[in-house]
């Protein structure tokens, strides 16, 4: 069998598309906090449907992005999530001019849906796009591009947004005269508008781009593969045990990634650790999630196969969760931190593993798999309920949602990823 060519004028197209997920992405840290204080939320279970509009949007739109990507093909899919994700972002000016959190949401939700059509699409294309064996390799370059783009936003718009943010917070709690007050917080909320519009214009300027670039039409609506030299007749997505148990996989994975990189802040605030702090925490998380892609880099598939990669991560995930709940203070959120280095190297590994031999069922598997990014929305929420209802402690509620996962990623790792295979 002839090996397969890496494309490297698509790797650096789909790079700059990374870019964008990341930027987009990881604004919703900062975000969280922002809109928890313009918006006067209560409390965090509030403030977290930040994570949950954005990435709900997954669950729902990744099947019909497969449709779509059916009849658009990849390029011009891709264009299409970029001018979408446009449209969400204008959603932030009538939002904050209204300071109406409903608005606010509603354009999350219409940037994931953007984002869940560029996902489906390029997951699977930078995949296939060389040898499948280094394709977590090829990921991993993506991750930089998504990580380094989302260590920028979070320092970028909080420096724009929450520039004094503690004063800021001071000073309207203590105001007495609503007017005041509401002049005070109208005043902070038209601060998101400039950076907003200028993401926009960006996003359609790069969907031109796109549109316009010789981005290769790569053909995988093909029969499927063969295994042990028989032909493997499937009639059905479904069929595919490694697949389904990937999409669980993913699920859990992007559940404590969202937590290490937007629960982070809420964390540290529950921990006494004031705004002007918090609104950096992000940018930590994603500088882990930076060194664990170098490595990936290095080590993919020359030292470590995809799949152990994936178990030591999870061996790590699991170990420093530990370590967040034994801990207090500036060294759980350390430990918060590295979780972005165990981290790194799951979504890389999962993914390729996850649609190895679907043929023809690619795009709807990937779909699938695209689905279970609404694990973000999850498990944030589930977080804020279990401690701001009293059910457990702060550093209990972490705990819950973090160590069960890795173990079931450590499963998939292990014995997961080869489920209903031929032998």
């Known amino acids: 069998m002839q090996k397969k060519e ?6 650096v197209i789909i790079g700059i598309l990374f870019f964008v997920f990341g930027f987009v992405t990881w604004l919703n840290g900062a975000l969280i906090q922002f809109l928890k204080l313009v918006c006067e939320l209560e409390n965090d279970t509030q403030a977290f449907f930040v994570t949950f509009a954005f990435y709900i949007a997954y669950f729902f739109l990744a099947i019909p992005s497969s449709i779509i990507l059916k009849k658009t093909g990849f390029k011009n899919g891709m264009a299409l999530g970029l001018v979408v994700i446009a449209a969400g972002s204008l959603i932030f000016i009538p939002a904050a001019n209204a300071r109406n959190f409903g608005l606010f949401l509603t354009g999350l939700f219409i940037q994931g849906t953007g984002l869940a059509l560029l996902q489906t699409a390029s997951n699977p294309y930078i995949s296939i796009v060389g040898p499948i064996e280094s394709a977590a390799k090829r990921i991993s370059i993506m991750g ?3 990580k380094i783009a989302g260590m920028l936003s979070p320092l970028i718009l909080a420096s724009l947004i929450l520039k004094n943010a503690t004063a800021i917070e001071t000073e309207v709690s203590k105001t007495t005269d609503p007017v005041l007050k509401a002049q005070l917080l109208d005043q902070l909320a038209v601060k998101v508008i400039p950076p907003y ?5 960006i996003l359609v300027l790069l969907a031109f781009m796109i549109k316009r670039s010789k981005l290769p039409e790569i053909n995988i ?5 063969l295994e042990n030299n028989t032909a493997v007749v499937k009639t059905s997505v479904f069929q595919y045990k490694h697949l389904m148990l990937g999409v669980l996989c993913l699920f859990l994975y992007v559940g404590v990634e969202v937590m290490a990189g937007d629960a982070i802040g809420a964390y540290g605030r529950e921990l006494g650790i004031p705004l002007d702090e918090t609104k950096f925490f992000t940018t930590y998380t994603l500088l882990a999630m930076l060194l664990g892609y170098i490595i990936g880099i290095i080590c993919i598939p020359k030292y470590l196969s995809q799949q152990n990669a994936l178990a030591v991560s999870a061996i790590l995930g699991a170990t ?4 967040v709940f034994a801990t207090g203070g500036y060294t759980a959120i350390i430990f918060i931190a590295l979780l972005g280095l165990s981290n790194a190297l799951m979504w890389p590994a999962i993914f390729p593993l996850a649609i190895a031999g679907l043929g023809k069922f690619t795009k709807i598997g990937s779909a699938l798999l695209i689905m279970g990014i609404v694990g973000g929305a999850i498990f944030p929420m589930l977080y804020t309920v279990l401690k701001d209802k009293n059910i457990a402690s702060n550093h209990t509620a972490f705990l819950i949602c973090m160590l069960p996962a890795y173990l079931y990623i450590l499963y998939y790792a292990v014995r997961g990823y080869s489920a209903g295979k031929a032998k």
Request: glycine share 0%; hydrophobic share 45%.
């Open 320 to 323: 420093f969760s530990i370590c």
């Open 221 to 225: 609506d093909e029969d499927q593969p």
């Open 6 to 11: 890496t494309n490297y004028y698509a790797i």
């Open 197 to 201: 519009i200028v993401l926009a214009v």
């Open 144 to 146: 930089i591009c998504n």
